[in-house]
């Protein structure tokens, strides 16, 4: 486990390679300033104004979300809003289709980390993975992963779940980590699903306590937050996080 | 109107700064050779294959659509398997969202023409547009186009009209054009609509003969064709093109 794993990943309670859901679940579960902290808060959509990023950044310094999500235009603005509240910025690229240049990618994740950046999302690309260009899927992700790195940010990988099979899904999952993903993620929430729990639980059966795995997609209720985490998330991100923490009694 | 924008539209009824779309409409509609020289034969699903890559190509040299247009990834693909065709190969840059770094989308553009890409699709940044941010709008756009022309290159910007106010989509078409778009492009069909009459006619309303309007997202069928041709478009794009092709009698 790198450095930047161990950092990222620093609340789980990782026991000789196995993961306890079930006790990690229970502690994050205990109020919402514990949920708070294991939520990703996410603004991704493609309209998002300049007045929702800075909703969004006020309402994670509050409840200090353990970061905020956003695209690659607000990223600059979001770590100038979040300076000082310890909250850091993940920015996203060549979401949520997975489909641009490893040129580009590797080029705007250096940018967006000299722009402030913590936390990469890229997607793992998908058609590549369906065309059996599986080493191709390997240097995608591990270019990224070594300008994340390099820099002390981190990287998660977004599997987009829905659009594969179950022996994708598990490809998916051994490629991204022995490519150097620091967490994997089930879903973009732009394609045909979200977060289920039996993909977490896959996820989770692959890597072991060798990465993060984080759910997103979709996820809008307490409910659905504990169902995954019971399955084995150790991360969640939602646009509807503040909803999600008022259902615990968040103000 | 700039060299590249006259090669591009040269197959367009221009008349003194108006567009007939009447004519052009019947003209295109004349037979599904006519068709296909104005379809943007696409694939773009997250998921595309390889395989699927070479048939798109096949089915673009077969048919002789105005271009094929794919994601970055199969850029290279798609420029050796269309050699000697003459159906040039377009390709998106921070697609579907629109929210990459600037900097990211010239570098992209800049690779994909390296590539062999005679055309680029770009999406108008949505939440600047939205915050009131036209200058950024200008400049994202100013700096691909820049990018694109330097090197021969037509450039489409999509205004992912089903997002828009009636003002914004006014103002996007407007912004779009004077920062040097060869053609304006309603919808990437990945948000929650796709082309109407309506928006084409607004749009060709707005830019008259000074750039393309491309309908796009979500074209199933000649009638759908036909009711965008007659509001004003000059290009349809499509992943159903083959099949609207056939309801002309190709076979």
Not at 111 to 122: F, K
Not at 152 to 157: I, S
Request: glycine share 8%; aromatic share 4%.
């Amino acid at each position: 486990m790198s450095a930047t794993v161990a950092v990222q990943n620093s609340d789980l309670d990782f026991d000789h390679g196995t993961f306890d859901s079930a006790a990690f679940a229970s502690k994050a579960l205990a109020g919402w300033q514990s949920l708070a902290a294991v939520i990703d808060h996410s603004l991704l959509k493609p309209d998002a104004t300049r007045l929702q990023v800075e909703t969004l950044c006020s309402e994670a310094a509050r409840y200090h979300f353990a970061c905020v999500v956003v695209n690659p235009i607000w990223t600059a603005a979001a770590v100038r809003l979040l300076e000082g509240t310890g909250v850091p910025v993940a920015a996203t690229i060549g979401f949520p289709l997975g489909a641009s240049l490893v040129s580009a990618q590797r080029q705007e994740a250096a940018a967006l980390i000299r722009l402030g950046a913590r936390e990469l999302g890229m997607v793992l690309p998908l058609g590549q993975l369906k065309s059996g260009n599986y080493h191709a899927v390997d240097h995608a992700i591990r270019s990224v992963a070594a300008v994340a790195h390099e820099r002390r940010a981190a990287l998660k990988v977004n599997l987009e779940t829905c659009l594969l099979t179950m022996e994708e899904k598990l490809r998916a999952s051994e490629i991204a980590i022995q490519a150097g993903a620091d967490f994997i993620n089930t879903a973009t929430g732009f394609a045909s699903g979200g977060a289920t729990p039996a993909d977490v639980a896959l996820m989770r059966g692959v890597v072991g306590a060798r990465c993060g795995v984080k759910a997103a997609g979709r996820i809008r209720n307490v409910e659905q937050v504990r169902a995954l985490l019971e399955a084995g998330a150790n991360r969640i991100g939602s646009s509807a996080s503040v909803a999600i923490l008022r259902e615990l009694g968040a103000e």
